[in-house]
């Protein structure tokens, strides 16, 4: 197919062969993504402030004679340091889950441990275990597929919905938002839940077995909370969410430092999206990130356009990454080398959860 980029923002089909355009040249992405401001999604007006008065004012009631109000999960990513620091203005009482899984940058940990600091958040680190995490990833990596951030998400949730459950605690409030995430490629990625998928891939391609980690399925996501037991919410969508202003209102909160991009907080999820997917699939993230930011009026196509034209990375902060990358997972020069030159494949080539599938198309989507 000749190349092609959307006529309103800078998705392409390049990165994503599942786009479409309209008679004006539009693709789908960004036509829907505009459908839902201040109507099904986000809200950044004066409905969104209702919505989230009434929403902080539900969590305090439920919470009053309990010691948290909610959980948060906190990265070290703009994201969910914003909320964090909100949730603070707003009263609630917050613990704060991080999962270190070894590759935080020595930024993101100063930020978690600012923010928390002082904005009086209790944080609970938890470390998966770091042999089976490695291998896990490593069987992904052998696996050829795109999405190798799916261990790191899936376990992030299942520890998540695990200290919700146990703790009792229903609200989870999430970082997710339509301003900077409302354009979410659908192809080369996959189901962060499907369980079947991820033990396939192991059994396939790993060395070690899975029993010290925790998984979350999307019939378990479902059932937490169709039962109430979790009630997840996004109050960065009742909000005029924008990126250069929470930088700067987190940086004079705590001195919060710019960590260089979208998910550059962990440096496995760096190499990911900005070396993995781009050398071994075509893939370049930064046309939904971009285009998101186009959809919520944070950017013009045209400065999106001239984003695009510099390196996605700085070439010897990626080198120094990567060479981290081949310590921890024990590769040679030429075994990492291989892994990006071999053939790429995709995860439906393995066992995949069809069930988890339909689960999530139903309720999810």
Known sequence: MPYRMCSYCVMDNKSDEKISFNEKGECNYCADARKEINTIT???GSKGKTLLDKLISEIKEANKDKEYDCIMGISGGLDS???AYLGHLWGLRILGIHIDDGFDTDVSKENIRKLCEAANIELKIIKPDKEQYIELIKAYMKAGVPNLAVPQDNILFAYLYKIAKETKIKYFLSGGNFALECILQQGNTYDTMDVINI???NRRFGKSNLDK???CSSYKKYYMQKTKQ???VRPLNYIDY???RAFKEL???CGFEYYGSKHLENIFTAFVQLYWLPKKFGVDKRHSHLSSMIVSGQLTRNEAIELLQKPAYDAELMDSYIEIIKDVFNFSDDEFDNLMAQEKHYHEEYK???FGKFVRKLFFS
């Open 199 to 201: 033990v396939d891939i």
């Open 213 to 215: 980690l925790e998984f």
């Open 352 to 354: 995949t959860d069809k």
């Open 242 to 244: 924008n990126r250069d």
């Open 230 to 232: 979790i009630i997840n």
């Open 251 to 253: 940086a004079d909160f």
């Open 81 to 83: 340091s914003y909320l």
């Open 42 to 44: 986000y809200f950044p």
